[in-house]
């Protein structure tokens, strides 16, 4: 277990070193986990571009944060009335859900809906709103616990006592299934914190919207363009000054991580339990 999880751990290492790394070793003798020279270069450029890049931080903040939250929501939501045997119409419902798990329209398809229809093309919205259901499987999660883990009593005596359905949800139901929600939470704050496909989609390239993770992504293209064109030696020394190297790629790669590494170990026991909960039946 002691090496797997040095395994596991070793990527991360690297990368860190990597960010500290001199530019000109980095270049000339790759990746190390013991370089010839360190540097600090990485980061002064960062600090330099804090303008373009915390804004791009504070972007990918906030759209996790928003999608998160109504993710979790509306996925927990679905999720309660499905686990609901009486309801009317609930196999459709069901199969619904399962076919997207199965099915997807296309990227084509999606893109027209969310830019011809919703008019989601350069607002923070396009960021959003098409990752909240991305996927069938976290409301069947939601759909498990809820029928394995909450008692039926509970939510009888709630009804005895005249509560609502929406009243139960969010007053009995939600706040005693922090383990799957801090299990489903984690899954969206992953997803909406790594995502730069809606922005490589909704967003033009001179958009203020970009996230952290476009970014980068627009950084690693134009350094590969740079490497794959012939623009002389002296446009290609200027354009290298002006654009990331390889150590600022790795840099931004740790800034980009950071809050995950540090937020993890926080939820951890509950993202374990969220993920056992249920497995067993009785």
């Known amino acids: 277990m002691s090496i797997l999880a040095f395994l596991a751990i070793a990527p991360f290492i690297l990368l860190v070193i990597s960010s500290f790394t001199d530019e000109v070793t980095a270049v000339r003798d790759g990746y190390s986990f013991f370089p010839e020279k360190f540097s600090i270069e990485a980061y002064k450029y960062i600090a330099s571009e804090w303008g373009t890049l915390g804004t791009g931080y504070m972007v990918t903040i906030f759209v996790t944060c928003i999608g998160t939250f109504v993710g979790v929501t509306i996925a927990g939501l679905l999720g309660y009335v499905l686990s609901i045997k009486e309801l009317p119409g609930r196999s459709i419902l069901l199969f619904l859900v399962v076919f997207t798990m199965l099915f997807h329209g296309g990227a084509i398809a999606t893109y027209i809906i969310y830019t011809q229809i919703f008019h989601l093309k350069n607002t923070i919205w396009g960021l959003i709103i098409p990752g909240l259901l991305l996927n069938g499987y976290f409301v069947m999660m939601f759909r498990t616990y809820f029928e394995n883990s909450i008692p039926k009593a509970l939510l009888e005596s709630a009804k005895l006592d005249g509560a609502s359905e929406i009243r139960i949800f969010f ?22 914190w790594n995502d730069w496909i809606n922005g490589m989609y909704y967003l033009t390239f001179d958009s203020k919207l970009q996230s952290i993770q476009t970014i980068l992504n627009n ?61 067993l039946k009785e």
Request: aromatic content about 8%; charged content about 10%.
């Open 171 to 192: 007053r009995i139901v939600f706040p005693i299934s922090m383990p799957i929600v801090a299990t489903v939470g984690v899954s969206y704050v992953l997803i909406y």
């Open 219 to 279: 950084m690693n293209e134009n350094i590969n363009f740079l490497k794959n064109n012939d623009l002389g030696e002296t446009s290609a020394r200027l354009q290298t000054v002006e654009l990331p190297t390889t150590t600022v790629r790795m840099a931004l790669a740790v800034i980009g991580i950071l809050p995950i590494l540090c937020v993890f170990p926080l939820i951890q026991k509950w993202l374990v339990r969220g993920v056992t909960m249920g497995a």
